[in-house]
């Protein structure tokens, strides 16, 4: 695959159905047997085509990823909201994060091949030309033991676990930091 046919841009609002798409394709990958099925189901219809549209318009802060002009995952970031997480002065250990990845999905067939990990540094650049460093801080669902191990492979240090309600479920997340 040519370097040239992977694109990683500012998602804009002609991006919503592409989003909304990979979001359905991602989650139903990835939390199945996780979250209970109509937990599951509320949070990918909550996150329509309509809603990718509204968010769209008022936020800078998500990224696409196309391949060959197909959509393959998004990614959002911004300022961190660690200071307002449920236990989140136990979960930070003393850092000081800026930034935070709030999510990066990607649809199944694009998982495992690199494209995440480049995903990753994207976002990551993209919040430092923000100003918005140093420091960063990602959480994902610890039964995600996929993401979880992907965050430390690209040298996440554990910052903790916090229970959280996902969708009306009570759920783990693990806390993964940057310095």
């Not at 949070?43 to 196309?66: E, G, M, P, Y």
């Not at 989140?88 to 067939?109: C, H, T, V």
């Not at 480049?118 to 994902?140: C, H, K, M, Q, Y």
């Amino acid at each position: 695959m040519l370097a040239s046919s992977v694109i990683i841009r500012v998602a804009r609002p002609q991006d919503a159905e592409d989003l909304a798409l990979v979001h359905e394709q991602s989650w139903r990958s990835t939390y199945q047997g996780i979250l209970p099925h109509l937990a599951l189901e509320r949070q990918i219809a909550a996150r329509s085509t309509q809603w990718w549209k509204r968010v769209l318009t008022k936020s800078r802060d998500i990224l696409i990823l196309k391949i060959e002009g197909e959509p393959a995952g998004y990614c959002s970031a911004g300022r961190s909201t660690l200071g307002s997480h449920p236990n989140a002065m136990s979960a930070r250990k003393g850092a000081a994060f800026k930034g935070e990845i709030f999510e990066l999905y990607l649809k199944p067939e694009y998982q495992g091949l690199g494209f995440g990990s480049r995903f990753f540094d994207a976002a990551r650049e993209t919040l430092i030309s923000r100003g918005i460093a140093p420091g960063l801080v990602v959480w994902s669902l610890s039964d995600n033991e996929q993401a979880c191990a992907f965050y430390r492979a690209k040298g996440g240090r554990d910052l903790g676990q916090v229970k959280d309600c996902f969708g009306g479920v009570s759920v783990m997340k693990s806390g993964f930091g940057w310095s």
